[in-house]
């Protein structure tokens, strides 16, 4: 019988939830999640919003590029993002909200503050509302994890205060004729946890453990969320970063876009990854004996996929 990543629901008792939660974690690196309490008429504003940006002109959406950035804030054109070892560019363009920090943070030097397209009413406040209620729920699923670790539900509080997450709206244009490259290749995240909106739409698919792809499509409005690599070198490998792609469609579906908006859950930047002792054992000696700040992993594994030099 083929396995299928579960759809778990965030309104279980707090226990069962992170029992769950943490399972599907710790089987295939990546959960389905329902009633999270994002509003749907947010949601609906949001899509609404990044469709909106991405009608606009090719010149109208590089006014918005920032160099030098690593493409942390703003708009990245089509065709710039490579995955770790791939030979060819992702079939996407993006744009990224990040978190505004007050001037003179500690943080401001490694978390730039957002910029904003004029050309989209609307597109600051409902991008800011939906990171609040990204941050909402995310803080909430690495509290079950934190339970399903055996640690205080309040583990992870401070490690995320301030942190450097992403929202990123990603549009995946119609794919005409034989395509070179794929929509986006498969790759693992370099963040904390990931909360995806979007994955309905097919194509998401995760590398099971026996060399077989899995697709993932969560009902309309729920999440698919996955471990990323930070998480994975926290729980010494315990929850598994699995690697994802998301295949170009059939060719029923060829002529129709695909927007997705995964949201990028970051530890703060200063914040030290280094191995939980209860992640290891005679069994499950530790893989990752050297300490690093989440910002310096997170400038080594960009400058991986090509969005820094």
Known sequence: MTA????????LP???????FGASFER??????SDHGIDPDLIDRAWAMAKAFFALSEEEKRAYHLTGL????????????????????DLKEFWHVGRDLPAGHRLAAQQPNNVWPSEVPEFRATFDALFAEFDRVGGQLLSAIARYLGLSPEYFDDSILDGNSVMRLLHYPPVAGPAKGIRAEAHEDINTITLLLGAEEAGLEILDKDGSWLPVAPPAG??????GDMLQRLTNNRLPSTTHRVANPDAGRASVARYSMPFFLHFRSDFPIETLENCIDADHPNHYPDTILADEYLQQRLREIGLKK
Do not use: C, Q
């Open 14 to 20: 707090t226990e069962k939830f992170a029992h769950d």
């Open 4 to 11: 299928s990543v579960p759809i778990i629901s965030m309104a």
């Open 222 to 227: 729920a999440l698919a969320v996955n471990v």
């Open 28 to 33: 295939f690196g990546f959960a389905m999640i």
């Open 70 to 89: 690593g493409g942390a804030r703003g708009y990245t054109p089509f065709g710039t993002e490579i995955a770790k070892g791939a030979k060819e560019v």
